[in-house]
């Protein structure tokens, strides 16, 4: 697919300087550009390859003047590091707009759709689902029964969402996600053993949400798993049964939030955190790779560790930490030269 400068000056309210109708198909790297491409120059300390860059066309901020001859389109724009996101965007938006349901696929009883589905190749949808427009649900994925999913949702491919979930509007599911599986839910025995306790809550997913590939999100035991509007998960994360993560939080990949765990809004945590169940973490808290956390958090802490305290204190105690042999040392030292008193 290609477009012209002014195509693309005309999608970002910018101003072509240069050929107006020179084309691209592509994007790259300022200092990787080619015939063909189209690039950006945001940070000045890229701007020396303005001058070199074999891109076709190159968004620059309105502000730019070129100290040297170039070969380059300039579209000029507010911000150029937004216009080239925006125009990612636009890219992706056209390169996903699918419609149609492929063969094989399975749509069973009751099912209602809105407009524009694409339904990929040997996909499944349960009894009583509901879904709505413009949604785009890539091959070899599972809708359970009763499951109900908002207008333009994607669901990449090999998706799986068990019966009874809530999907809202404007959500993305990468590639083995799995939404709506049991909760680790086992009862101990006089024998030793575990019996299963039945899951029969469901998760719902609040508009505009992002799970990355192959995170898992349980269902509740009773009630619901609840991520809020605008969460936005990495890859490899666990989400256990009946935790709920509030608004516009973001979570790293390969960290695992325990059963009934709240988490409030805006909160940013790490990759690889352990977060232990039954706990209540506040809004705008940050939580610092690899941490463990086995009690409550206040609004607005910033913490590290494992077990986790705050991030001051923490920085200081490694200090110390890093030079216990020397401290050890120097201990051993005082102790062999202290004469007691007679």
Do not use: W
Not at 89 to 103: A, D, F, H, P, R
Not at 174 to 199: L, M, R, V, W
Request: hydrophobic share 35%.
């Amino acid at each position: 697919m290609k477009f012209t400068a002014a195509q693309i000056a005309g999608i970002l309210e910018g101003e072509v300087v240069g050929n107006p109708n020179a084309e691209v198909f592509k994007l790259a790297k300022i200092e990787e550009g080619t015939e063909g491409s189209l690039t950006f120059l945001a940070n000045p300390k890229y701007a020396n390859f303005i001058y070199t860059t074999e891109a076709t066309i190159t968004i620059v901020n309105h502000t730019f003047e070129p100290e040297g001859e170039i070969k380059t389109t300039l579209i000029k724009v507010e911000d150029a590091y937004q216009s080239f996101s925006k125009l990612l965007e636009y890219y992706n938006q056209v390169k996903l707009m699918k419609s149609g349901i492929e063969q094989p696929s399975v749509i069973s009883e009751n099912v209602t759709y809105g407009e524009n589905l694409y339904l990929g190749s040997f996909s499944y949808v349960g009894k009583n689902v509901v879904i709505g427009d413009n949604v785009k649900i890539y091959p070899n994925s599972f809708i359970g029964d009763n499951v109900t999913i908002g207008d333009n949702t994607i669901l990449f491919a090999g998706v799986k969402i068990y019966s009874e979930s809530v999907i809202g509007a404007n959500c993305t599911m990468h590639s083995g996600a799995i939404i709506g599986s049991d909760g680790f839910g086992f009862a101990p025995t006089e024998a030793g053993t575990f019996n299963k306790i039945p899951q029969i809550g469901n998760v719902i997913l609040e508009d505009y949400v992002d799970v990355g590939a192959c995170t898992t999100i349980d269902r509740a035991t009773l009630g619901s798993t609840i991520i809020r509007k605008g969460v936005k998960l990495d890859n490899h994360i666990q989400i256990a049964h009946n935790v709920e993560i509030g608004e516009h939080t973001v979570i790293a990949a390969q960290t695992g939030v325990a059963g009934s765990t709240k988490i409030g809004n805006h909160c940013l945590i790490g990759g690889q955190v352990g977060i232990a169940g039954h706990l209540t973490i506040g809004n705008n808290v940050r939580v610092q790779a690899q941490s463990g956390i086995g009690k409550n958090i206040a609004d607005g802490e910033t913490i590290q560790g494992s077990p986790a305290f705050n991030y001051g204190d923490y920085s200081k105690s490694y200090v110390h930490f890093r030079n216990l042999p020397k401290i050890v040392a120097d201990i051993e030292e005082l102790k062999k030269n202290h004469t007691p008193e007679a």
